[in-house]
């Protein structure tokens, strides 16, 4: 049996490099070995961005760049969250057998409240908990995720394993990282400090073209250090983090060397990172702008994707719900 694969992305705006290389790297191989499903998570985007203005351009934004950077309907189930209200109900059942003081002590719940404190919406509390639900409802084995998820994801197998016992059932899969084993990863930002996202206005997206691209990475933070084997400060780091994901190896280790022998140019190597960051991004954003003119593609892919989404959904549904005593009156 083949393995059964799943992603999600919140749609709150375009895919940028971080989505890219943690959640859809590898992803020809991945749809060709595995039964996947890759999702929409646009009821996640309302615990941070609950506006009814943009709440559906969003959604077919991210389905556009999802297709874009080559998800294919005919291999993979596409579809959006909000339209497999299995997961919601499996959701509310979750809810019983989450408990509030790990939601608490979730990392990515105290970072909203300190950036948000005026926002602390229980959404925001139980989050890790629908996002264990998108992947249990399709008895996931494997999640590509970057490594903020890293987290949610140990969540989702404490779940799994405590319905499990709970229940005295083998009936959840503990699911992993996809590319369990080695490192999730986390692409920085080029502001010099933390992770690249969408909020923080420090990303490549996929859809900039040429000349956003050469702008962003020039501008890139860096320092002015050039003494031999000086220690690498934060910025740099990232600078390099960033070429080792998207650059040829030879190139990293050019400019290493450069680095340790104090006479590294900033402005050679982001010319070099923008290059090969547009070799991969600029065919992309070609396909973004004909896939998102295209709304019969795009309709036609999310509702084969959402009916295929909902048989498997259903059926975990009917399962759970045998396994926690609900019996139909009929
Ligand atoms: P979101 O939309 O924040 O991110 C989507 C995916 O992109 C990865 N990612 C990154 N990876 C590496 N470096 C970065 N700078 C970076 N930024 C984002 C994320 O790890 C993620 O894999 N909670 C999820 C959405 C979700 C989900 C799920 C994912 C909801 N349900 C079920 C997997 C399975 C999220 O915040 O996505």
């Avoid at 989505?19 to 590898?26: D, E, H, Q, S």
Wanted: with cysteine.
């Amino acid at each position: 049996m083949k393995e059964i694969v799943l992603s999600g992305i919140r749609s709150t705006g375009n895919l940028h490099l971080g989505n890219y290389f943690g959640a859809l790297r590898n992803f020809i191989k991945m749809q060709n070995e595995n039964r996947c499903y890759f999702f929409i998570a646009d009821l996640h985007s309302l615990t941070t961005h609950p506006n009814p203005e943009n709440f559906h351009e969003n959604v077919k934004t991210v389905l556009s760049e999802y297709l874009a950077a080559g998800l294919d309907p005919e291999k993979s189930v596409i579809f959006v969250q909000s339209l497999v209200p299995e997961i919601s109900e499996l959701y509310t059942l979750m809810n019983m057998w989450s408990y509030v003081g790990e939601l608490e002590r979730t990392a990515s719940f105290k970072e909203k409240i300190r950036k948000h404190p005026d926002n602390i919406n229980a959404g925001l509390l139980t989050y890790p908990v629908l996002m264990a639900s998108d992947i249990l409802i399709h008895r996931a084995h494997k999640v590509p995720v970057g490594k903020d998820q890293e987290q949610h994801l140990e969540m989702t197998r404490v779940f799994a394993r405590r319905f499990n016992s709970m229940y005295k059932v083998d009936f959840f899969p503990e699911p992993a990282a996809y590319n369990f084993g080695s490192e999730l990863v986390k692409v920085p930002g080029l502001d010099g400090s933390g992770k690249m996202g969408k909020s923080e206005g420090n990303g490549v997206y996929l859809v900039d073209d040429e000349k956003t691209v050469r702008k962003k990475v020039m501008r890139a933070v860096t320092d002015s250090n050039t003494s031999p084997n000086a220690e690498m400060s934060e910025p740099v780091k990232n600078l390099f983090t960033i070429m080792e994901i998207v650059s040829p190896l030879e190139k990293v280790e050019y400019f290493k060397e450069q680095y340790s022998a104090g006479s590294i140019r900033y402005g050679d190597m982001k010319k070099e990172l923008a290059d090969d960051i547009c070799k991969i991004t600029l065919p992309i954003r070609e396909r973004i702008l004909e896939i998102r003119e295209n709304g019969k593609y795009l309709s036609d892919t999310v509702i084969n994707g959402t009916a295929q989404a909902r048989e498997s959904a259903a059926a975990t549904l009917k399962e759970v719900k045998k396994i926690m005593g609900f019996k139909s009156f009929r």
